[in-house]
Every structure is written in structure tokens, then in C-alpha cells.
């Protein structure tokens, strides 16, 4: 079983910065591939970014390319989300998800293990 806790949310303002955090509890974290998903009210829950079990390859929605960028340091068993630029569309609960698969995919229903979530709000 891996825990997945995320911190970093909060109340922004347009074209600021947050950077999310996620730390997870499994030694072997380096053996799932990561990913970030949102969910605002009355939204299904979507696909951010994703990243590789090495770190090497990740992946974006669209909405977000260019703006945020997904990172992880295996060794402190953590993986971030630079979010920058942020605009009010991107508020939401902001998740992050555990894949026992080696690239990071899209799919809400390849992650195994999710954690808490974290609000984040970008006022205009």
C-alpha cells in the first residue's frame, strides 16, 4: 500500500506560481510511474501532467503545456508540479496518483493509489 500526501494548494492570483508536492510513503517509489490530475466542481477528474519512473519522460495536457512542468526525486520519494502562469480555470482539487506502469499515461484507471488532494484557487 503507498500513501500519497500532497501539500503546496492555496489561493493565488492570476499569472502567479505555486508549486504542489506530493510525498509518498513506499520505498520503492522509483518503481511507479507518477501523475498529477485535477478536479474542479461539477468536473469529471482530468489528466495534468505525468512522469516517468526515471524521471526521463513526461507528458502534459494540453491546457497546461508550457505552464507547468511535472518533476520527482526518486531519492526523497517525492513529485512536484511547478505550476506557473496559473489562470482561474485551473482551480481545482489538485491529485496525485501512483501507476505501477513505467511511462506515465493519461487514464484515471491506470493509477493504483491516489492521494488526499489539494485545492487549489486562482482568483482573477
Known amino acids: 500500500q503507498v500513501q500519497l500526501v500532497e501539500s503546496g494548494g492555496g489561493l493565488v492570483q492570476a499569472g502567479g506560481s505555486l508549486r504542489l508536492s506530493c510525498a509518498a510513503s513506499?520505498?520503492?517509489?522509483?518503481?511507479?510511474?507518477m501523475g498529477w490530475f485535477r478536479q474542479a466542481p461539477g468536473k469529471e477528474r482530468e489528466f495534468v501532467a505525468g512522469?516517468?519512473?526515471?524521471?526521463?519522460?513526461?507528458n502534459y495536457a494540453d491546457s497546461v503545456k508550457g505552464r507547468f512542468t511535472i518533476s520527482r526525486d526518486n531519492a526523497k520519494n517525492t513529485v512536484y508540479l511547478q505550476m506557473n502562469r496559473l489562470k482561474p480555470e485551473d482551480t481545482a482539487v489538485y491529485y496525485c496518483?501512483?501507476?505501477?506502469?513505467?511511462?506515465?499515461?493519461?487514464?484515471?484507471?491506470?493509477?493504483?493509489?491516489w492521494g488526499q488532494g489539494t485545492q487549489v484557487t486562482v482568483s482573477s
Open positions: 512522469i516517468s519512473r526515471s524521471g526521463a519522460i513526461a
Open positions: 513506499e520505498r520503492t517509489f522509483s518503481n511507479y510511474a
Open positions: 496518483a501512483a501507476d505501477r506502469g513505467v511511462f506515465p499515461v493519461t487514464t484515471t484507471t491506470s493509477y493504483v493509489y
